[in-house]
């Protein structure tokens, strides 16, 4: 049996109304530096393993480029990188070092490696999922998202459950800031309150494993706010609010991580969601977390 982790106490603010007010929480201070940093760390391995060679498949939040990319639609069991759309040139090779091409890594971290594994199912996660009333959730997706300086492309208008979908509707984002998100680096922005007007389309795998959206939609960034935090910051994000992000034109990259966790009890996660994973069953938020980090997470650290 591994060690138990050890895990420094801390006290996190969870305002339960304002999230199921605005749709979105900001939890300051939920990870340590040194938290961070080991899964920084971490990734700057993996992507030093990565060959770049070997794929060029681009993400952009559209899906165009996702609808029929076996290397995307594939990605649920495992680790793979997706590049920034404008970083090739004619003939096909990269115009920047692929350290700083890469849009993302998803979107099985959280289960394939050990290091993201301990930091996804973290006591604090566990805490507040608990703290939302989720009664057995489970972690679906995971995503490092790079934001690069200057090519660091836009994440446009949309709702998380369009992607990760569940009857009832149960999907939350728990985003975790590695570096300060600024309006200059391309923060967050997020409408308040946009997540009671409901869900507005669905992005569906088909019987021939093609991906599309069940219909178009504008969504109405009337009201939209910027989400600007510090480094170590867990912002919240439900499942129906529309959020979204800027291109980072800035010197300054904006490193995150984050999660997409469903309820499991009396819930049912579709069929015909992009992300389905036949060889690699989804785990349990809460028992993962015990397995890792043992029954009695740290003493002092406290919900409100």
């Known amino acids: ?27 300051p201070n939920a990870f ?5 940093e080991t899964i920084r760390k971490r990734m700057r391995e993996m992507l030093h393993d990565f060959d770049a060679e070997k794929t060029r498949s681009t993400f952009d939040t559209e899906g165009q480029k996702q609808k029929d990319d076996d290397h995307f639609l594939h990605s649920g069991e495992n680790v793979r990188f997706f590049f920034e759309t404008d970083v090739f040139d004619e003939q096909g090779k990269l115009k920047v070092e692929k350290e700083m091409a890469v849009n993302k890594a998803g979107h099985a971290m959280h289960d394939v490696d050990d290091e993201f594994r301990k930091f996804s199912y973290h006591p604090v996660i566990m805490k507040v999922l608990q ?61 308040p309150g946009s997540h009671k007007k409901g869900m507005k389309r669905r992005f569906k795998l088909n019987d ?17 706010v910027p989400v600007e935090v510090k480094a170590g910051s867990l912002v919240l994000i439900h499942g129906e609010v529309v959020h979204f992000s800027h ?19 009396n819930t049912e996660y579709s069929k015909d969601n992009w992300l389905q994973r036949p060889n690699l069953p989804f785990r349990k938020l809460y028992e993962e977390s015990k397995k890792i980090y043992g029954d009695n997470p740290p003493a002092l650290l406290e919900t409100h």
């Open 247 to 265: 291109h980072n034109a800035s010197a300054q990259s904006r490193h995150a991580y984050a999660l997409h966790i469903v309820e499991t009890d």
């Open 131 to 191: 703290t939302l009333g989720y009664k057995d959730p489970s972690v679906v997706q995971s995503m490092y998202i790079f934001k690069q300086p200057f090519v660091g492309g836009k994440v446009t208008p949309h709702q998380d459950s369009t992607f990760i979908h569940t009857t009832p509707l149960s999907v939350v984002g728990t985003w975790m800031g590695l570096e300060d998100a600024t309006l200059e680096n391309g923060c967050l922005w997020a409408v």
């Open 32 to 36: 340590t530096r040194d938290e961070m």
């Open 208 to 224: 021939q494993r093609k991906a599309f959206f069940d219909q178009d939609h504008e969504y109405d960034l009337e009201g939209a």
């Open 1 to 27: 049996m591994s060690a138990i982790p050890s895990v420094q106490p801390r006290e996190i603010i969870v305002d339960k109304e304002k999230f199921e007010r605005d749709g979105f929480l900001v939890v």
